[in-house]
């Protein structure tokens, strides 16, 4: 993984979260599934691939929408969740960014989407999301070098 925002060379690349296999689900997981999956990895949103093209990103939140419409209904029963699948909560994306994206233009880009984080591929390939956090702190750093990190909530590296 880079070090969040202690770059110089302006690019997606330099600031996105990346792993050797980034945790995704597929449209057809269920919701049930991907809650788990961000519980364990300690994030609030995954991107959803369907082979290996990017068709979208879900997070905890439409999750917790859902289950506040579904409660009112259904009461104390959660299991609804096993049984919905990403495909009815996720938010379609067809917009994503490349590693060589400038991070002036993923600024812009991500500003212009409902979203906390876009989708980065390199070659076609997932490699991860690059969040608003991620592109403050690129952000701050290159306008204040010697400023600390932000604080990440989350808690992740």
């Keep these: 993984m880079t070090q969040l925002g202690r770059s110089?060379?302006?690019?997606?690349?330099?600031v996105f979260v990346s792993a050797t296999m980034p945790i995704t689900v597929s449209p057809e997981d269920s919701c049930q599934w991907a809650l788990r999956a961000m519980s364990?990895?300690?994030?609030?949103?995954?991107?959803v691939l369907e082979g290996d093209r990017v068709v979208g990103i879900i997070t905890d939140r439409?999750?917790?929408?859902?289950?506040?419409?579904?409660l009112s209904i259904h009461h104390d029963d959660?299991?609804?969740?096993?049984?919905?699948r990403v495909s009815g909560v996720m938010s379609y994306l067809p917009v994503t960014l490349s590693t060589a994206?400038?991070?002036v233009e993923a600024i812009e880009t991500l500003l212009g989407t409902e979203g906390g984080a876009l989708p980065v591929v390199d070659h076609g390939r997932f490699c991860g999301l690059v969040t608003t956090n991620d592109l403050l702190q690129a952000a701050l750093s290159?306008?204040?070098?010697?400023?600390?990190?932000?604080p990440n909530p989350r808690g992740i590296a």
């Design 8 to 14: 110089t060379s302006g690019t997606v690349a330099d």
């Design 40 to 47: 364990a990895a300690n994030v609030d949103r995954l991107a």
């Design 62 to 70: 439409d999750i917790y929408r859902l289950a506040t419409r579904m």
């Design 78 to 84: 959660s299991s609804f969740l096993g049984c919905v």
């Design 101 to 103: 994206t400038p991070l």
């Design 142 to 150: 290159m306008h204040a070098p010697s400023a600390a990190p932000l």
